[in-house]
Structures are given as structure tokens and as C-alpha cells.
DNA sequence: TGGAATAATAAGGTCAACCATAACATTTTT
DNA sequence: AAAAATGTTATGGTTGACCTTATTATTCCA
């Protein structure tokens, strides 16, 4: 198989369909709004990885990850996930800034850097942000949780991962708690979309349901 | 002061200078070469950074690094030298590919991720090539060193640094053991910009000229 | 001092990744 | 079934950093 040179902006597509999609198809928009870019610039990227065999689109229906997509996808998760272990672990940087540092990094490591780093960390297989690490052959097993979004009312459930990825996101569930290992309980759900009530840490959080989407959980029996 | 973001390719001209010239005037076919682009291009983005304050370009003379342009460059060596210390101290990366490595990484560095890092190797006061780097608020004391290409037949020299940075430069000097910290002695040089023959390790190596000239060392008496 | 070598500039081209605007197609909702 | 919303495609534009080829300017050296 040939190794081009794939572009930070490939890099990018890619890394953000697997972490919204995972095997499913994605709407374009959905990407858009990730990524920051107009839809049309999407679809514009979408045809030229269509091009190059890292995607499938299928008008009007969405975008998926080809095998070949999926393996370059888990390939930058697993950068950038262990270069977040290193900056929250040793660098001592800020959990809500990690992503957005890391993410940079990513994209200028050599395979030799990666692998060596892994083994500098000691193998992690979850970033600070809960994710599980994709292994060096790109397997990976996915989170078995749900996201907060689809919790019902009463419910408890231990946050799992937060698959969000902009710093000021992050930043507000930090502040509010809500972060891998604390467990959350649906006091109240609001209709018309609204926002879901959270009793956390002792306080009561207002959580607007598309950033319930990327706060992974398992449900707690009672 | 404005931080303008400024791109890769802004700051690897501008270390670049930093590397070659100190605070000289620098012929735009040095940067092409170590660059690796036509001077035709290196004069277009000599105009670009002038315009930005960054160099000033006396035609026919060289291009110099202004107060802010050296302020940048030093930064840049900064993050590029620390990472030199993490990939070869931490991660066990190759000498030779060392430098690579971690001007890939360099250009992705946030200043907070810098310190953090300085602060995790301990504040280091060079990089594995032996070059010093340069402190927060830009300070560095250069080295007192001459290129080897100006050393005397007969005399002997401790190497203190390599500033080459192409990889197979780095591989050739490694495999020939001019490391930092070696000692050389020149046993012949060839007429006609010819090679430098130089004893070191046990054995004798033949160098070029140009090769020479990044290969910094300091006069040992006999 | 005149020619060679080197340096600079001009003109026009490419490429990736964006953008806006507008037209058109399909799906969803009412 | 029509209107609204959403998705797609077309067209044309921008920016940065390169490229080639050709011309002109300057410096160096014999």
C-alpha cells in the first residue's frame, strides 16, 4: 500500500468522522460544524477523499468512513490520544486545553515518535478525557456507554468519556464537574429539546442536550 | 505587540537565519540551499517577511534578521531544541533523526506547552547537537566556538556542536563519530577546497568543506 | 575594465483548502 | 401535495507558498 502524505486538513476529516461517527454516516452538516468550515467546503473535501478511496458518499444520506478511511482515522486518534496523556501526565497542562494542544502535535508525529512515546507512557488505553487509545495495528474496542443525551429522568450514570473537543466545552464541563469517573443523576429534563437537570459533585448543573451527546456514560442501578 | 500567527514556513526561514548568521547579513542562495527551495522563491518570501518586520533585505548584500525577527527565531529554536532533548533523552529517538523529528513538532507548540516542557526536562542548556537554547525571554549566550572548516592541519579540537540539521548530514557525522564532545585532529587538508582529514575515534575521516563548516569546535592546546 | 558569476525582479503558472453566492435536488414537515 | 428545510453542485474568488523561464542589475575577478 502506498503511504502518501495525507494533509493535517485529511487528518482532520478524518479524526472528526470517527469521533462522531464511528461505523455510521455522517451528515455533512455535522462535519461543518466540527470541523468549522461551510458546508460546501465539505463537500468539496469529502469528493477529493472520496478521490482517494478514504471515504464514501452517498448524496443526501451521508458520509462514511472506507476500511482504508477508518485505519488512517484510528491511526491519528491513537497520536493524539497519547500525546494528550503526555501533556495532562507530565506537562501538567490544563485538562479542558489537552485536546486542543494535542491536536496540534498530532499531526507533525512520525509513526517512529508515536510508537516510541506509547512506550514511553507505558501503553495507556484511555486519553484524560476517557477515549480509549486505538492500538498501533488501529484496533479498538469502542466504549460500551450511551450518551447523557439519552439518559431518562432519575437516572444515575458514571461518566464514562467526553468525546467533546473545543477547548470552551471542555472547559465548562470541567468547571461543572462533569469528567470521567463522577457519577451524574437526571434530576430533571426539560421539554422542547432543553436541557437535562444533573445533580454532580454535590451541585446542580444544567447540561444543554447536544452537549449531553458527548458526555459518554453507563448507567448505575440503583 | 500584535501576535500575529505566522506560519511554518515563516518560521523555518527565519530559524534558518538564525542558524546560519547569527547577527550577519545572510546571501539568499545560504537559505535556498538549506532551505531547499529557488532562490527565486526565497526572494519573494524575503519580501513577505520584510513587510512584516520581521528581516531586513539589502539587495546585493544579504538578508539580516531585525530585533523582531531574532526575538521569533530564538523562540522557535527554543521549542525546537527542547523537543530535541525529549526525543532523544525520553523517547530514545536516533540522533540523527532527532532534528527532524522535532521541527515537525516545533512548529505545533504552544507557548504554554514550551515552558511546561522546559520545565520537564529540567530546564536543559543544550540539545543533543550540542546548540544552546536560547531561554524564555529569548536570551542566549552562542557558543564560543569556530567551525572546524577553519581549523589548521595539525591541530586538535573538541567538537561543541553540530548545526547541520539535514538527516543524512547527521547520519554521515554520527557514523564517523563527530559527536559533541569529541576530540579531532586535523591530519591533512586537500588543496583546492578540498576535504579535511581528521583522526577521531581511532580512525580517520575525510570531510568536506561544507560539511566542515557546521561542525562547531574550540582549540585544544597541545 | 570587461566578462563571468551571482543576485534580483518580472511575469505567469500550480496546488490545496478555504470562502461566498446562487441554482438546483431531495427530504421532511405541515 | 405544497412549502420549508436541508443537502448538493456550479461558478468564481482568495491566499500562501511554491515553481519555471526570462530579463536586468550588480559585484567580483582576471
Chains 1, 2 share one sequence.
Not at 502535535?105 to 508515536?114: I, K, S
Request: proline share 5%; hydrophobic share 45%.
Amino acid at each position: 500500500m502506498t503511504v502518501m502524505h495525507l494533509s493535517e486538513s485529511t487528518e482532520m476529516y478524518l479524526k472528526a468522522m470517527a469521533e462522531l461517527g464511528g461505523q455510521d454516516a455522517i451528515a455533512a452538516a455535522r462535519l461543518a460544524e466540527r470541523l468549522n468550515v461551510t458546508p460546501v467546503s465539505v463537500n468539496e473535501m469529502v469528493r477529493r477523499l472520496g478521490e482517494q478511496g478514504l471515504v464514501s458518499h452517498i448524496p443526501y444520506k451521508g458520509v462514511r468512513l472506507t476500511k482504508k478511511g477508518r485505519e488512517v482515522a484510528c491511526n491519528v486518534l491513537r497520536r493524539q490520544r497519547l500525546w494528550e496523556c503526555f501533556l495532562y501526565d507530565h506537562l501538567k497542562i490544563e485538562w479542558s486545553q489537552v485536546y486542543e494542544f494535542a491536536c496540534s502535535l498530532e499531526h507533525a508525529t512520525a509513526p517512529e515518535v508515536t510508537e516510541a512515546l506509547a512506550g514511553f507512557l507505558g501503553n495507556p488505553q484511555t486519553c484524560p478525557r476517557g477515549n480509549p487509545i486505538p492500538a498501533a495495528d488501529g484496533s479498538f474496542k469502542p466504549l460500551d456507554a450511551m450518551p447523557l443525551s439519552e439518559a431518562k429522568l432519575g437516572e444515575m450514570a458514571q461518566v464514562l468519556a467526553v468525546n467533546a473537543t473545543a477547548t470552551d466545552v471542555l472547559k465548562y464541563l470541567q468547571e461543572k464537574n462533569i469528567l470521567p469517573g463522577r457519577v451524574v443523576t437526571v434530576i430533571e429534563v426539560a421539554p422542547m429539546q432543553g436541557p437535562l437537570t444533573l445533580h454532580v459533585g454535590g451541585k446542580d448543573v444544567a447540561l444543554g442536550l447536544s452537549m449531553a451527546e458527548f458526555v459518554l456514560v453507563k448507567k448505575i442501578d440503583k
